[in-house]
């Protein structure tokens, strides 16, 4: 690879430059994430006896997916080259993925001339760590992995995993 492989670099200064997206077409644009969270035995144990878990900080769940939105709408703010873009749409869904782990998923939409596969993965990143937070009083042994782009359309190329 040689620096005019990379976006994120201006080819004459070989700085960090921001992508020049104002030539692109407006398509629409898709992504989604996932990561799975391994809270262990006792934590989904807890889980599988009530549709909720509720600490002292409140209810695990619904607190993650507005925090996993919040921080998909200000992916722009947290990560420097990424466009600020106004989201169509961001979904979060969380589930159990086993004995002791769960899966988020977060899928974006816009509108626009980039794309929306940073939203979704700071989405499901933000998601993950809010729950690591409300749970860190039972264990620490949480852990955080396996986090991904599943899927992409409506830019240059589109991904499937």
Sequence with gaps: MTKKDFTHLDNKTGNPAMVDVGEKQITQRFAKASCRVILGKEIMQSLNEVSELVTKKGPVFQTAIIAGTMGAKKTSELIPLCHPIGMDDCKITIEAAGEEEILISCTT???????????????????????????????HDIVITEMKLEEKTGGKRDFKR
Excluded: H, N, P, Q
């Excluded at 499901?124 to 937070?133: G, K, P, Q, R």
């Design 109 to 139: 939409r816009v509108t626009g001339r980039t794309g929306v596969e940073m939203e979704a993965m700071t989405g499901v990143s933000v998601a993950a760590l809010t729950i690591y937070d409300m749970c860190k009083g039972f264990s």
